[in-house]
């Protein structure tokens, strides 16, 4: 038995695939409004086509403004500053912010958008997976106006594998190595290679093995070390019970 520091941690994780059994396939339902615009206008120094069934909240400051789709539980958060030769700095922050979802977002694609008549630029930030934020863009004349937006969907993210990746990003900088093994019996469970693609995105030292045995071994030595188990009790007790076999 390896002299073994070990940690538990219970999680109980949806499964990675879906029910083997056949079933037709399922789409919400949808109800969308009837597209009707208004302008939006005020004292601040922008003004846009707002849509009819929006409920839009302005501060006093004209910096932050609220738009709210009460019929799809969403809100648009949008920012606007004045420019003081700092474009490069807000540029930045606007993309840092965007990339923040980056770790649970499947992809992030970029469309430059280009108004040379109006002298209009910007960026648009689309998010593909499962994310808060579906859309993000920023906009300025490049000399004196920036404006910035975010929409987020008041609802829970339905993912299996985000209480991975909320712990993981908890844990970074903490664990040397992260060793994955596939649960035997559970035909639904992630995968072993699953569960390293999922470490590997949040840059973690990772390695797969076939069973508990093969893993106590890739990180068994004679130096002391904690080992922080992620499982079920039952997967838990299964690794107890191997290590003190060995």
Same mark, same amino acid.
């Given at each position: 038995?390896?002299?073994? +520091?070990? $940690?538990? /941690?219970?999680?109980?994780?949806?499964?990675?695939?879906?029910?083997?059994? #056949?079933?037709? +396939? @399922?789409?919400?339902?949808?109800?969308?409004?009837?597209?009707?615009?208004?302008?939006?206008?005020?004292?601040?120094?922008? *003004?846009?086509?707002? #849509? *009819?069934?929006? *409920?839009?909240?302005?501060?006093?400051? &004209?910096?932050?403004?609220?738009?709210?789709?009460?019929?799809?539980?969403?809100?648009?958060?949008?920012?606007?500053?004045?420019?003081?030769?700092?474009?490069?700095?807000?540029?930045?922050?606007? +993309?840092?912010?965007?990339?923040?979802?980056?770790?649970?977002?499947?992809?992030?694609?970029?469309?430059? /958008?280009?108004?040379?008549?109006?002298?209009?630029?910007? %960026?648009?930030?689309?998010? !593909?997976?499962?994310? @808060?934020?579906?859309?993000? /863009? &920023?906009?300025?004349?490049? %000399?004196?106006?920036?404006? +910035?937006?975010?929409?987020? !969907?008041?609802?829970?993210?339905?993912?299996?594998?985000?209480?991975?990746?909320? /712990?993981?990003?908890?844990?970074?900088?903490?664990?040397?190595? $992260? %060793? *994955?093994?596939?649960? #035997?019996?559970?035909?639904?469970?992630?995968?072993?290679?699953?569960?390293?693609? $999922? @470490?590997?995105?949040?840059?973690?030292?990772?390695?797969?093995?076939? =069973? $508990?045995?093969?893993?106590?071994?890739?990180?068994?030595?004679?130096?002391?070390?904690?080992?922080?188990?992620?499982?079920?009790?039952?997967?838990? =007790?299964? %690794?107890?019970?191997?290590?003190?076999?060995?």
């Amino acid at each position: 038995m390896y002299k073994l +520091r070990i $940690i538990f /941690f219970l999680f109980f994780f949806a499964s990675c695939s879906e029910n083997n059994i #056949p079933k037709p +396939r @399922a789409y919400f339902k949808l109800n969308l409004p009837e597209k009707k615009y208004e302008s939006y206008n005020s004292n601040c120094n922008y *003004t846009f086509m707002l #849509p *009819t069934y929006t *409920t839009a909240k302005l501060n006093v400051d &004209c910096d932050i403004n609220n738009i709210y789709f009460p019929q799809q539980d969403a809100i648009l958060h949008v920012s606007y500053f004045k420019l003081k030769n700092n474009l490069f700095e807000h540029l930045e922050e606007s +993309r840092n912010l965007a990339y923040k979802h980056q770790i649970i977002a499947d992809g992030i694609t970029e469309q430059v /958008f280009v108004n040379d008549s109006l002298k209009v630029y910007g %960026v648009l930030y689309d998010y !593909f997976g499962v994310t @808060a934020t579906s859309i993000q /863009f &920023c906009l300025t004349d490049s %000399v004196n106006h920036f404006f +910035r937006g975010a929409l987020y !969907f008041n609802t829970e993210i339905n993912d299996s594998i985000t209480p991975i990746n909320i /712990f993981l990003k908890e844990f970074k900088g903490i664990f040397k190595k $992260i %060793v *994955t093994v596939k649960i #035997p019996g559970e035909p639904n469970s992630c995968t072993a290679d699953e569960l390293k693609s $999922i @470490a590997i995105k949040q840059d973690y030292k990772v390695e797969t093995a076939i =069973g $508990i045995k093969e893993a106590l071994k890739t990180i068994s030595s004679k130096e002391k070390k904690i080992i922080v188990v992620m499982g079920s009790l039952y997967w838990c =007790g299964s %690794v107890l019970k191997e290590n003190q076999s060995l």
